[in-house]
């Protein structure tokens, strides 16, 4: 697949829209591509890989797609679903045991450090940690949920900004194993099964593809999905040979101003690192992002290459909360703000994806199916309309209130907008 510059009239509002942010300084690049009914339609690139030395953004460009990598660790494990390693509701601790005996935390004393606990009233199943209802957390909001505190301690980001500073641990953060048997002595913070709140659920994910397969990550992914797929620039590191093709971070400092963000952000991915995070740690490019989407929206199947079956690509991208509740209803901490509330009405989530079940906000078809990383990228597939869009950048939030300057219900409903236009849907 060979991706080149593509920008119909019809598309003009939607491509003013990424030049704007280009512009205006609100992040340093914009790739996108959209795919509708077997050809790309759309593809064009805004911006910088280098704001500073003024070096222009290129198809491809490598960027760090962060938790995008979650759908790729959710259907490697399917591949072993399908070769019969596991069952769904298999609990976790069949296969890692150290998540025996879980506690869920129900306080914690500032001042002394002591904890009360309670019993989980039934262990982790797989499936919870597919769908992000396992009870771990992910550590970013200490002053909201207290285990969050003890994730903190535990693995050393401690910073105000705890996003930032989660990302910038991952070049030192242990292996799978290690990482696995530490998280597993912390407790819930909730019984599994009973909200839904984002979290390591696809690092032990990814842990337990190793468990299951007897290969590392990185190894199983080349051989069951990237080398299929000929996602040839999907990994855990950029190699040397490709690092002037890795594009530079951007945030906003104190005064507003877009500033590239150095060290670990940007370096710690140009080395190979222990730490094989299948909840976010793949760098990719748009192209190779685009083949894997394809494959999903055509029944896991990528030209010659079958990697999953059509009833499993059904399976992962359906509803799989618990009595078919909704994404909202099951949040462990509720949405207060009406907007984000009405933007989020009528999505479920699936085996690693946002899922539409009824009608929204958002133009696409019921069944469309999404997700996006801690950079502001993000892809959306709509099955029914046949229809692939991806966006790329690099923006770092500013603090772990996880706001990006690219709205992606706006430019989702920009390109639906185009499509319609052009008479393409």
């Known amino acids: 697949m060979i991706i080149t510059q593509l920008n119909p009239e019809v598309f003009k509002k939607l491509s003013t829209e990424f030049q704007t942010y280009i512009n205006d300084n609100i992040t340093g690049s914009v790739l996108c591509a959209i795919y509708h009914q077997n050809k790309i339609v759309y593809c064009n690139k805004f911006g910088w890989k280098d704001k500073e030395n003024q070096i222009p953004i290129q198809f491809d460009d490598i960027f760090r797609i962060y938790s995008m990598t979650k759908p790729i660790t959710c259907l490697a494990a399917l591949i072993l679903y399908e070769q019969g390693k596991f069952d769904l509701d298999d609990p976790l601790e069949m296969y890692l045991p150290e998540f025996k005996n879980l506690k869920v935390l129900k306080s914690i004393d500032n001042k002394t450090g002591e904890t009360e606990l309670e019993e989980i009233k039934k262990p982790i199943t797989i499936k919870q940690l597919f769908t992000h209802t396992s009870g771990l957390s992910y550590g970013d909001y200490p002053d909201e949920i207290p285990v969050d505190k003890l994730y903190g301690e535990e693995f050393g980001f401690t910073g105000e900004n705890r996003l930032k500073t989660k990302?910038?641990?991952?070049?030192?953060?242990?292996?799978?194993?290690?990482?696995?048997?530490?998280?597993?002595?912390?407790?819930?913070?909730?019984?599994?099964?009973?909200?839904?709140?984002?979290?390591?659920?696809?690092?032990?994910?990814?842990?337990?593809?190793?468990?299951?397969?007897?290969?590392?990550?990185?190894?199983?992914?080349?051989?069951?999905?990237?080398?299929?797929?000929g996602m040839n620039d999907t990994d855990f590191y950029v190699p040397k040979e490709n690092w002037?093709?890795?594009?530079?971070?951007?945030?906003?400092?104190?005064?507003?101003?877009?500033?590239?963000?150095?060290?670990?952000?940007?370096?710690?991915?140009?080395?190979?690192?222990?730490?094989?995070?299948?909840?976010?740690?793949?760098?990719?490019?748009?192209?190779?992002?685009?083949?894997?989407?394809?494959?999903?929206?055509?029944?896991?199947?990528?030209?010659?290459?079958?990697?999953?079956?059509?009833?499993?690509?059904?399976?992962?991208?359906?509803?799989?909360?618990?009595?078919?509740?909704?994404?909202?209803?099951?949040?462990?901490?509720?949405?207060?703000?009406?907007?984000?509330?009405?933007?989020?009405?009528?999505?479920?989530?699936?085996?690693?994806?946002?899922?539409?079940?009824?009608?929204?906000?958002?133009?696409?078809?019921?069944?469309?199916?999404?997700?996006?990383?801690?950079?502001?990228?993000?892809?959306?597939?709509?099955?029914?309309?046949?229809?692939?869009?991806?966006?790329?950048?690099?923006?770092?939030?500013?603090?772990?209130?996880?706001?990006?300057?690219?709205?992606?219900?706006?430019?989702?409903?920009?390109?639906?907008?185009?499509?319609?236009?052009?008479?393409?849907?």
Request: hydrophobic share 40%.
């Open 167 to 229: 990302l910038e641990m991952f070049p030192i953060m242990p292996p799978l194993d290690d990482f696995s048997k530490r998280l597993a002595t912390l407790p819930l913070t909730f019984d599994p099964g009973e909200h839904w709140w984002y979290a390591f659920s696809h690092e032990i994910l990814g842990y337990l593809i190793e468990v299951l397969s007897g290969k590392k990550l990185d190894v199983f992914f080349k051989k069951y999905i990237f080398d299929k797929l």
């Open 244 to 425: 002037g093709r890795l594009s530079k971070v951007y945030t906003k400092n104190q005064n507003n101003k877009l500033i590239e963000v150095e060290g670990a952000i940007y370096e710690g991915f140009k080395h190979e690192i222990q730490y094989l995070s299948g909840g976010g740690g793949l760098v990719s490019t748009l192209e190779n992002y685009l083949k894997f989407c394809l494959m999903m929206l055509n029944g896991g199947k990528y030209k010659d290459k079958q990697i999953v079956s059509q009833e499993t690509i059904n399976l992962m991208t359906s509803n799989q909360l618990p009595n078919n509740s909704n994404y909202l209803d099951m949040q462990y901490i509720k949405y207060k703000d009406p907007e984000a509330i009405e933007r989020m009405e009528g999505y479920g989530f699936g085996l690693g994806v946002l899922v539409k079940i009824t009608e929204n906000m958002s133009k696409s078809g019921i069944g469309d199916y999404s997700w996006s990383g801690a950079f502001n990228t993000l892809f959306n597939i709509d099955p029914k309309n046949q229809i692939i869009s991806i966006v790329l950048t690099q923006y770092c939030p500013e603090n772990s209130d996880w706001i990006f300057p690219i709205d992606w219900l706006r430019i989702d409903n920009l390109a639906y907008e185009a499509l319609e236009k052009g008479k393409l849907i």
